[in-house]
């Protein structure tokens, strides 16, 4: 079972069942009956081989993808059959590709801009006054890259971890409800991956904001967040937090990872 603190969980998963290209010889199933909650403030990091049905899982979340069964609950609110644009306030994303989280044609405070207004009514607009402006170069700051002085540089001429540095300020500042990242930092070469992961460590703690983060790094997996879910074949193989994910090590996990996987030949 999960860890949600015997509460109402913030996010409730149930069932879910998504096939690709059914019927056909090469038909699959990326999500298995999948049963997953988050508590509110929980941080969950995601593993598993490729084709696992991690992705598809956080596509499932953020509509992207549909459902063939199961449905998929945020507090009060019943997303199942919500259209994705409608999630789009309560719930954002980081992906691996540094150029889809940013316009590049826009400079650093418009994109800050833009992210803003996700979620709003239309006609919000969020003008680019000096106390917005003061607010972003605050914002910008603790990311320590210096951006806070190049507010109108286009994003173009970014780095790829400045990039994603600045995505992951774009995700946040709409305040969402929960934070899904898919191996965000995985694009980035090992240093720049480290500062990126440390601006999200210092992110997520500072908004309290539930996250589920896929990563394929064992380190990452282990010194971050508060709970590890392992998946394969479209379901949830392995869940810990607490005492029990922090006395982990990478040769364990990475054991447990072949035990899982031959277990689920043995059964398949
Ligand atoms: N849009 C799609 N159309 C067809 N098949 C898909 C689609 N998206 C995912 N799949 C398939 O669903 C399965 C799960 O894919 P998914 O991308 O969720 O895996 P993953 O755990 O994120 O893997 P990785 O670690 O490689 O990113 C795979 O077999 C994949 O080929
Ligand atoms: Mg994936």
Redesign the pocket.
Known sequence: MTQTDGGKPLLDCRGLEIT??PGVADA?K?LDGLDFMLAEREFAVAI??????????L?AIAGS?SLDRGTIRLGDRDLTRLAPYRRAGLITRVFQDPMSGTAAGMTIEENLALAEQRGRRRGFRAHLNPSRRDRYRDLLRTLSLGLEDRLTTQVALLSGGQRQALSLLMALISKPRLLLL??HTAALDPRTADIVMQATLDAVRQTDVATIM?T?NMRHAIETGTRLVM?DA?RVVYDVSGAEKNSLTPEALVERFKIDNDRMRLNG
């Open positions: 690709f290209n699959r990326a598993g081989s490729n084709g696992a049905g991690k992705s598809t899982l596509n993808v898919d191996e896929i394929h998946m479209g």
